[in-house]
């Protein structure tokens, strides 16, 4: 009996520690944080030429139609374009068709350019899309 007075006392006191306005909405399990650092995560590692963890990101289906090799290829074929990757200097996250789309925009030597990363209810990548670098801005 002792236990359970001592459980109960526990659970009322952690009550007034943790208000519930605090709390993460129940319907979402994926706070936009988590997503915006998965995408900066997966930009370090394309441009560190860490191709084979970088798909270790992506959902099945997207490991199948982007290898390794190849997400090394659409890198490099920005790099020629745009230049020499500088680093990321922003994002921005969206909801297109009801998934999770963040945007990261990379800068390089000559131009910019978002990186549009889609995630699934999962928080894999499910999509990849280089937005063409606007030169000028």
């Known amino acids: 009996e002792m236990a359970d ?3 109960s006392r526990g ?3 952690s009550d007034t520690v943790a208000p519930p306005h605090n709390a993460p ?4 399990p ?8 998965r995408s900066k995560d997966f930009v370090d590692l ?3 030429g860490s191709y084979q963890k970088a798909a270790d990101m992506f959902d099945p289906n997207m490991k199948s139609l982007m290898p390794p090799a190849k997400i090394g290829e659409v890198w490099q ?3 020629q374009k745009a230049g020499k990757f500088k680093g990321q ?3 921005r996250k969206t909801s297109v068709d009801g998934n999770d789309v963040v945007f990261v925009t990379c800068e390089f030597e000559k131009a910019k350019a978002d990186l549009q990363i889609a995630f699934d209810a999962k928080g894999r990548i499910s999509g990849l899309y280089v937005v063409p670098p606007s030169s000028g801005t």
């Open 11 to 13: 659970a009322r006191s």
């Open 77 to 79: 074929e920005v790099i």
């Open 25 to 28: 909405p129940p319907h979402s």
């Open 46 to 48: 394309i441009s560190a």
């Open 89 to 91: 200097i922003g994002s």
């Open 30 to 37: 994926e706070t936009p944080v988590d997503l915006m650092l």
């Open 5 to 7: 007075f001592l459980v």
